[in-house]
Each structure stands twice: as C-alpha cells, then as structure tokens.
C-alpha cells in the first residue's frame, strides 16, 4: 500500500471540514486542543502512519494549507 505524509500550515487553517470529508481513510480530525492564530481549531491527522498520500485533503482545501508528500 502506497505511503504519504501531510503538512499542514496550521496558522492559515480555518478548520472548515473540508479535507475531513475527503480523507477516504477518515484519518483527519479537527484539533479541539489547538486554537491557531486567528482563533480557529485547525486540521489535524490522528494516525499519520496510515496516510497513503492520496492528496484528496489537499485539493479539498479552499485555502491550500495542505502538502501531500508521496513516500517511496
């Protein structure tokens, strides 16, 4: 099964949801921890070792704070 890892830039987050949807293996969550600097609770992936780097988050993102690196 292919590999992937995410970043994401947290202080442009507005924590819509998007990327949360579109995770098929529901691997993201929102931060309930974490305010960032504009005061939004922003993405977060719970299991980050289970990400295949699909990028499905990446292009749900309105604000394009999410990289998707494929892993070899």
Do not use: F, S, W
């Not at 507005?14 to 921890?33: M, R, S, T, V």
Request: glycine share 6%; with cysteine; hydrophobic share 35%.
């Amino acid at each position: 099964m292919p590999k992937g890892r995410i970043e994401v830039a947290t202080d442009r987050c507005k924590g819509c949801g998007l990327c949360i949807e579109a995770c098929p293996l529901k691997l993201l969550e929102l931060d309930k921890n974490t305010l960032n600097m504009k005061g939004y609770q922003p993405m977060r992936i719970h299991t980050p070792d289970k990400c295949i780097g699909c990028a499905n988050c990446a292009v749900m993102c309105p604000d394009v704070v999410i990289t998707v690196y494929r892993l070899d």
